[in-house]
């Protein structure tokens, strides 16, 4: 290991083999698993209420074809009028937790990286973070 | 941007006339299968799943965008599960790349309302076209043959190790020339921001050919990253009013449980059938897109 920054791996002497880099791997997998399963659940709950309440309306076909039309209030606006749409409100707080699953990601690598001491992948990760919040601000 | 009211009125098929319930069905089904798919090569699904709404569904071009990129943090996050606890994906190389495709992914997000739904149908086409000729270069190898080491890779700690079901070994792995491999995933950011897809196409491609993993480890870690990129881009379509709720549900379900499974399968695979499969596929899928971007 002849880099700047010690971190055990699989050609470090810290740790058995690989084992701080399967800790990092396991725990981003149950975290990815965990967003799946509450994320999937909202969202079948949601579509069988809609299903129930209105029987899909808004799927017809020329609603599908018109496309979307533009309304003021940003990212804040599409949400509130999406929650307040008719029965749609836990498909879109399913859909919000997906999207928010893989960014829960990035900030859960780069707590497990900062806790293995490696401040490369650490930075790097917090850079991630960053454009990520630059894109979700961006959208106001 | 205004988009022409009978753009996606005009190609409305047999599909789009079914009743609700038959709607659904039929949604959950496709992307369930597009889900694998994409899991399996790493590609998202976003090149399936956007023609497969507007010429098999008559959904407008904007919906289909929306819900892709949806469907395309479906396919990384369901896929993602199974392929750490695997070791297929390399967690290090993937959070290098994505600070290269998260930057490119808010550029082309700008760019994407510049554009017309022609414009992008074509470019969408030719560059699904193009991603072709490297694909079926590569599809008689199974693993990349040992290349000269990169220091900078090693000075990364971009290296690892998995083991092959198939082959039934450990197969360890070093990441080549990350120099070149950096700017090539900025433009794939840029891709999958200006198109509404995972543009895994390109990421594959780049870590196959200039990185020189193996191609599952190529597939796992495209998978792994598209997800944060789709990220960065579906607040700004959740903003302009791209996701329906109602279409995306069932495409979420689908896609969710058909990366689930191609991730299973991608373990087992060998990389050959893979690409056999998926070859033909992805150039059906361009020409059909091509066909649109020139005849709106």
Known sequence: ?140 | MAPPPDLAAGVLTAASGLPAGGLLLALLVASSVTGCIGSLVGLGGGVLIIPLLTLGFGVHIHYAMGTSLVSIIATSTGAATSTLTERITNVRIGILLEVATTLGALLGVALAGLLAPATLHLVFGLVLMASLVPLAGRLGEELPPPGPPDPLATRLGLEGQYHDRLLGRAVPYQAHRVGLALPLMLSAGTISGMLGIGAGAFKVLAMDLVMRLPLKVSTATSNFMIGVTAAASAWIYLARGYVHPLLTAPVVLGTLAGAALGARLLGRLANRTVRTIVLPVILLVSLQMVRRGLNP
């Open chain 1, 1 to 140: 290991m002849t880099g700047p920054h010690p971190r055990p791996g699989p050609h470090g002497a810290v740790d058995p083999p690989g084992t701080s880099r399967r800790a990092v791997e396991d725990s981003l997998a149950r975290l990815l698993g965990q967003g799946v399963c509450v994320s999937s659940t909202l969202v079948a709950l949601g579509l069988i209420a809609s299903l129930l309440t209105s029987g899909g309306a808004s799927l017809a076909p020329a609603h599908l074809s018109a496309g979307p039309v533009p309304h003021p209030g940003g990212l804040a606006g599409a949400i509130s009028r999406a929650l307040a749409g008719p029965d749609h409100g836990l498909i879109v707080v399913g859909i919000l937790v997906l999207i928010l699953t893989p960014i829960a990601r990035v900030v859960a690598a780069a707590v497990l990286f900062g806790r293995e001491g490696d401040r490369l992948y650490t930075g790097l990760t917090l850079a991630v973070l960053a454009v990520l919040v630059a894109g979700i601000l961006g959208s106001r």
